[in-house]
Nanobody
């Protein structure tokens, strides 16, 4: 089992920055990839960024490319989401999640952290 604990959300003005953290513990050797998702009120959950656990290759949703950066600190088993040039439409609850089986579901989730961007 993998456990995930998120931190770093908050309230920021448009154009500002926040960094989210996701600390992983437990059977982290089994993780294939980590993703950051978000869900805004009345909208479906969407993936915003993904990082392969071993290769550190990354992918991003078009809506955040060039503004968000996902990274991993190997020594701390922590995944970060650096969010710059934030927009009001980035307001959502952000979740990190772990994928064990390549191509399979993200089956372990953090508790979520609120990000609110004021205009």
């Amino acid at each position: 089992q993998v456990q995930l604990v998120e931190s770093g959300g908050g309230l920021v003005q448009a154009g500002g920055s926040l960094r989210l953290s996701c600390a992983a513990s437990g059977r982290t050797f089994s993780v294939n990839a980590m993703g950051w998702f978000r869900q805004a009120p009345g909208k479906e959950r969407e993936i915003v960024a993904r990082i392969k656990w071993s290769s550190l290759s990354t992918t991003y949703a078009d809506s955040v490319k060039g503004r968000f950066t996902i990274s991993r600190d190997n020594g701390k088993n922590t995944v970060y989401l650096q969010m710059n040039s934030l927009k009001p439409e980035d307001t959502a609850v952000y979740y990190c999640a772990a994928q064990v089986v390549p191509g399979g579901p993200y089956d372990t989730w953090g508790q979520g952290t609120q990000v609110t961007v004021s205009s």
